[in-house]
């Protein structure tokens, strides 16, 4: 009756209700991350080898959620397939088989190089979607076939069947070439030879090549200065090719050749960049129409045009 509460006991409250909230917390899906198997940033091919590729897809999702994987960037060199069909589109939806998601590459004839080719791809869960990750295709030249030495016209040249042989010399940016460019050597082509598109030199947007109504031409951007000589007599011959300040000039033995107002510094052709290689025997497409057949001796590359060799 006192309203005193003693030490031994205690008041209850009413009972009260109390909500838990629970809800999914989503993580986004990965493409190299949380796989069950090695995940490998690049596929080797070997050079020359034409055989088609499968590749696993890597994608995981740790909750476990339904995935899509769309291909958002495809090869520009080589070709994908899916379930045996060519993809020739973007944001390609590529199907789960067998608990996987794969696709096929099919290389390019004799493509060649670290990172030569490459494609992208996504994985998404309906809520979240991945950053696009790059799958790379290395294609390895240590089997690579070598054209063979035989005697020239000034020592050792260098000869070529027409059968996927080149000799790759580096980047312009080795040689110091940027705006002007010089190139000469002796050349031997057989009365056999029958390539309407072979090319002797490739560098960047610079190229010597043949095809069968303008014969010999110097390539310069989207330009060809052409000297209508076939040159497959099976004699040596010396061809001298120069670009600078929008000229390009082209000699065979003693005949000359000038065009003007051409090449990357012409409105619209590609500029000269200095990481492009330097490809003696194709135009390195790998289009089997463009291997050189022939000799070639005396190989001269150099970082000034005509005028500056004049000077010289």
Known sequence: GTGLVSADCYQVSAVQAVLVGISHVNHMPTACANVDFACTPAISVQYGDLSEVPITLPAADIDGDEMTVKLTYLPTKGQLKVDGVLVD?????????????????????????YHYDKFGYTVSDGITENVEHIMFIDVDDSGMANPQSVAGNGGYALSFDGEYDIVTLGTLDEYGISDEISVGCWVKTSSL????????????????????????????????????????????????????????????????????????????????????????????????????????????????????????
């Open 193 to 312: 030879t029958t390539e309407t598109k072979m090319t002797l030199l490739s560098a960047g947007p610079f190229s010597l090549r043949w095809t069968k109504v303008k014969g010999l031409q110097f390539v310069v951007g989207d330009s060809a200065l052409a000297t209508y000589m076939s040159l497959n007599d099976g004699l040596w011959h010396y061809i001298v090719a120069s670009y600078a300040d929008g000229v390009a000039h082209l000699s065979v033995d003693s005949d000359s050749f000038t065009m003007e107002a051409v090449g990357p510094a012409a409105a619209g052709k590609r500029k000269l960049l200095s990481a492009d290689s330097v490809i003696i025997g194709s135009d390195g497409t790998g289009n089997a129409e463009t291997f050189y057949n022939g000799e070639i001796d005396e190989l001269v590359l150099m970082n000034v045009g005509a005028n500056s060799l004049a000077a010289m």
């Open 89 to 113: 589109s973007e944001n390609f939806v590529v199907p789960m088989k067998m608990g996987g998601y794969s696709v096929t590459y099919v290389p390019l004839v004799n493509g060649i190089g």
